[in-house]
């Protein structure tokens, strides 16, 4: 049982559009959700990450937006950029339960075409 | 370099051998994981210690997976009598307190 779902594997964006990763998740225990890039033959990269309490973070060109009543959250990408293509991770824990791992989604591989 | 660190980057093995992998966390970091990452999935939970104590275990981590975080600083992961299906990345991550966890760079074990 998959708790936190990326259902788009692949994602092609055109070089200063946005890009909108998407992400859903079951277990509504998870009160902080993070969202991490990874290159080939490297580990994952921390990017942005959001608690339960809000429902918008921003960080530079990154914005995550969370709705916690439909428990999905996605990740703004303006503007894309060619450095920007890499597989993006969404990943959830249960803080508030204790609990410090990551249950992470599937990724979603990202490219921007310049 | 203050990033996580990770020893060694690749491993081959033949099946039945016993692996043995080092983590070095980022200094002052009391938390420590240990996470597995097949191809096409995402990093699965295996482990997680605070200072020495392992305080979560995965259902994934069979009684052939160990992992010591002695003195609290670095942490090994042992894993005996290796199978082919034990071919993954091995990722580590560290963090402090409420921060978020850095990942190391992983090591690749192929069982052949």
């Known amino acids: 049982d998959q708790q936190v779902k990326q259902n788009s594997p692949s994602l092609s964006v055109q070089e200063g559009r946005i890009s909108i990763l998407n992400c859903d998740y079951t277990?509504?225990?998870?009160?902080?959700f993070l969202w991490y890039k990874k290159y080939p033959a490297e580990g994952p990269t921390f990017l942005i990450s959001?608690?339960?309490?809000?429902d918008k973070n921003e960080d530079g060109r990154f914005t995550v937006f969370l709705n916690k009543s439909a428990k999905h959250l996605s990740l703004h990408i303006v503007p894309s950029q060619p450095g920007d293509s890499a597989v993006y991770f969404c990943a959830a824990s249960a803080r508030g339960a204790g609990s410090y791992q990551l249950t992470f989604g599937k990724g979603t591989k990202l490219s921007v075409i310049p | 370099d203050t990033g996580v660190s990770q020893d060694p980057r690749h491993k081959i093995t033949k099946r039945g051998q016993n692996v043995t992998f080092r983590c070095d966390p980022i200094s002052e970091h009391n938390r420590l994981y240990w996470y597995r990452q097949t191809l096409g999935q995402g990093p699965e939970f295996l482990t997680y210690f605070q200072n020495e104590a392992q305080l979560e275990k995965s259902r994934l981590l069979s009684d052939r997976f160990s992992a010591e975080r002695p003195k609290g600083s670095f942490s090994t992961l042992e894993i005996q009598r290796t199978e082919q299906g034990d071919s993954a990345m091995y990722l580590c991550a560290s963090n402090r307190q409420e921060l978020e966890a850095f990942f190391g760079q992983g090591t690749r074990l192929t069982v052949v």
């Open positions: 277990n509504s225990m998870f009160d902080y």
């Open positions: 959001i608690s339960s309490i809000k």
